[in-house]
C-alpha cells in the first residue's frame, strides 16, 4: 500500500498533485500573514492624520505607553473631552458616531491595531526612554487617516533594528537579543 503511493507520487499526475498541495498550502500561509496584518474595522472612523497635524500627542489618547504593556486607547471621556467644546461636534457625519456614543453613554469598543502574541512580552517604556519615536515603529500617523501596521511587527523585525541600533555596543546588543529580554 504504501509503496503503491510512494510510487503513484513519482509519475506525472502524483507530482502534479504534490506541487498542488504545496501551493495549497503555500498559499493558505501567504494569506494567513496577509489577513493579520490588515488594518481592522474600527467602531469610529477615527483620523490619526487630522489630530496630529492638530497638536494632538500620541501619548494623550495612548498614555498607557508609558506606564505598561498597553499604549491604552482613548476612552469616550477622553474623545468628548475635546469634542464637546468643538462646534462641528453636532453637524458633522463622521462626529455623528461619537455623539451617538456620549448619548448612549456606551463606551468606544476600538479594535487594537498592533498587537503582539501573548508568549512575549513587550513595553513601549523602554523603546520611548531610549528616543525612539512613535513614527519609528508605527509610521508617520501625519500621513494616515486610519491606522494600520505600516510593517510586518514580529520578531525578525524587532531583531534587526536592535542589531541595527547596537551594533556598535556588544553589551547591549547580547541582552536585547537574548530571547529571555522579550520571552518570559
Given amino acids: 500500500m504504501i509503496r503503491n503511493f510512494f510510487g503513484w507520487l513519482l509519475q506525472p499526475m502524483g507530482r502534479i498533485a504534490v506541487l498542488i498541495a504545496v501551493l495549497s498550502l503555500f498559499s493558505l500561509v501567504a494569506f494567513g500573514i496577509y489577513y493579520t496584518q490588515q488594518a481592522p474595522e474600527q467602531p469610529i472612523q477615527f483620523t490619526h492624520k487630522l489630530h496630529v497635524n492638530l497638536g494632538v500627542q500620541c501619548l ?41 456614543y456620549v448619548l448612549n453613554n456606551k463606551e468606544i469598543a476600538w479594535v487594537p491595531v498592533s498587537q503582539v502574541p501573548d508568549f512575549v512580552h513587550f513595553i513601549h517604556r523602554p523603546h520611548i526612554a ?50 529571555g529580554t522579550c520571552h518570559y
Fill in 130 to 179: 531610549a528616543g525612539l519615536n512613535c513614527e519609528t515603529c508605527h509610521g508617520d500617523m501625519t500621513q494616515v487617516e486610519i491606522a494600520k501596521n505600516p510593517q510586518v511587527m514580529n520578531m525578525g523585525w524587532c531583531l534587526n533594528c536592535h542589531r541595527t541600533r547596537f551594533a556598535n555596543d556588544p553589551e547591549r546588543l547580547t541582552k536585547l537579543t537574548d530571547c
Fill in 60 to 100: 494623550y489618547c495612548h498614555p498607557g505607553a508609558l506606564r505598561g504593556p498597553s499604549p491604552g486607547l482613548p476612552t469616550l471621556t477622553k474623545c468628548w473631552g475635546c469634542h464637546q467644546q468643538i462646534a462641528k461636534t453636532n453637524t458633522s457625519p463622521k462626529l455623528a458616531v461619537l455623539k451617538d
